[in-house]
């Protein structure tokens, strides 16, 4: 039995989370939860999950009405509040389902507290993979990732000897814009971009895979879980996401990990942690995924993940600076603030900008997230 804290119940991976933690109610026992500024929802998963003792919203006005209308519940806000919910919600898995850098000290925190971190917040590997991969080596907590490229690619390598991987092939749908060409990305609007054609997710996710800063984030990611080094991992674009990624193997064999693109699998796989029955495919059920279309990625129609790449392999606090500059810029596009095609440009910007550090810490890495942000929305103005 595991005593689980959901972090971002109210987001995508986060409704779907609940799904799966109600699917094995003799595995799971929910004791806590936050969410950001949806409080409407809470009711309905106190309904469901009565187990619940711990909750954290994001204002302090939210928290303040929730104490009067459940006097029972022990109830925290905002970013110190999600630190004390982790410290003090007698849980022994965290899932981490909340979006951009908010996810980053959460994800720290659960590791120093030897809780099993299962993690959709990509952002914490991107920005922080370096102090995250440090806890896990002094033998601090246990990570799984969630995101479903690395479910995939988790899966695959747990077949073969690693000795035999040649390279990681990491699928890409391309987003909602895969059918235009750059040029026709000059007058694209937010609601374009917000229609994704095989996933349905958060705003902020929906716009990093119109970029595919997405897929320069999972590569790093990669990199990170992995130990794989960036140059072998490889993009691939995929139109209709069934294949979730591939491996290539010394001698030229290439493995799959094939299935509809619905994260409760992904979410399933690491909240068992690891211990579900996968059977490959069998050849003739092959047919009802078809067709499958495959096509190179090209770097000139999708500069982000070449801009996220060299952050990468820049180190230091690069990879903090591309990823606040990424998120400002997104949310300056979804509030209309600037067209599409800036989001790339305030994100070269910012790296060209701000002064680089070698081995930054957990503080430095939260005041150079603060101060990007800063620079970029001065930059844009308005
Ligand atoms: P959503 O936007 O749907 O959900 C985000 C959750 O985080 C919500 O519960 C939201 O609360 C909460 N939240 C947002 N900002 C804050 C904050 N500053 N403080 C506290 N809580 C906050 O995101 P997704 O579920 O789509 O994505 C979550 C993570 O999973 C991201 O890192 C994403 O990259 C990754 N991921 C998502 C996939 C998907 O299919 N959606 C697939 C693979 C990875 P509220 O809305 O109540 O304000
Ligand atoms: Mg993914």
New binding site residues.
């Given amino acids: 039995m595991r005593n689980v804290l959901l972090l ?7 409704t779907q989370s609940l799904d799966i933690l109600e699917k094995h109610p003799e595995r799971f026992t929910l004791r806590g939860f ?5 409080v409407h929802m809470i009711p309905d998963f106190l309904k469901r999950f009565p187990s619940v003792e711990y909750l954290c919203v ?1 204002q302090a006005e939210d928290a303040e009405n929730l104490r009067k209308k459940y006097p029972n519940l022990k109830i925290y806000h905002g ?1 110190e509040g ?1 630190v004390s919910i982790i410290e003090e919600c007698p849980c022994d898995m965290v899932v981490n ?4 850098f ?2 980053m000290v959460p994800s720290v925190t659960a590791l120093r507290h030897d809780r099993i971190l299962c993690l ?4 914490s590997l991107v920005v922080g993979g370096s102090i995250i991969n440090g806890l896990l080596r002094e033998g601090k907590g246990r990570l799984l990732p ?3 490229e690395h479910v995939a690619i988790a899966k695959l390598l747990s077949c073969i000897k690693r000795e035999d991987l040649s390279r990681i092939l990491i699928t890409a749908s391309g987003g909602s814009f895969r059918n235009k060409s750059r040029a026709e990305l000059t007058h694209v609007t937010r609601d374009d971009a917000l229609a994704h054609p095989t ?1 349905s ?5 929906t716009i ?1 895979s119109a970029t595919m800063m ?1 897929k320069g984030f999972e590569i790093i990611e990669a990199d990170v879980l992995f130990g794989i080094g960036v140059d072998r991992v490889t993009p691939l674009m995929h139109a209709e996401s069934y294949v979730h990624s591939l491996i290539e193997l010394r001698d030229g064999t290439l493995l799959a990990d094939i299935s509809k693109p619905d ?1 409760h699998g992904p979410i399933e796989y690491a909240l068992m942690e690891t211990e579900v029955d996968f059977t490959p495919v069998k050849a003739k059920s092959l047919s009802d995924y078809a067709p499958y279309h495959f096509h190179a990625f090209d770097p000139e129609r999708y500069p982000a993940v070449g801009i996220a790449l060299d952050s990468h392999r820049r180190g230091g606090n690069s990879n903090a600076i591309l990823n606040a500059a990424n998120e400002a810029a997104v949310y300056a596009f979804l509030e209309n603030r600037i067209p599409f095609l800036q989001i790339e440009e305030e994100v070269r910007y910012a790296l060209d900008t701000l002064p680089f550090m070698a081995e930054p810490s957990l503080e430095d890495l939260i005041a150079v997230d603060k101060k990007t942000r800063r620079v970029v929305n001065e930059h844009i103005g308005g």
């Fill in positions: 971002g119940a109210s987001g995508s991976i986060g936050s969410l950001g500024k949806r994001s970013d999600l389902a909340l979006v951009g908010a996810g959709a917040n990509k952002e969630i995101d479903s996933w997710m958060g705003a902020k996710i990093d997405n994260m």
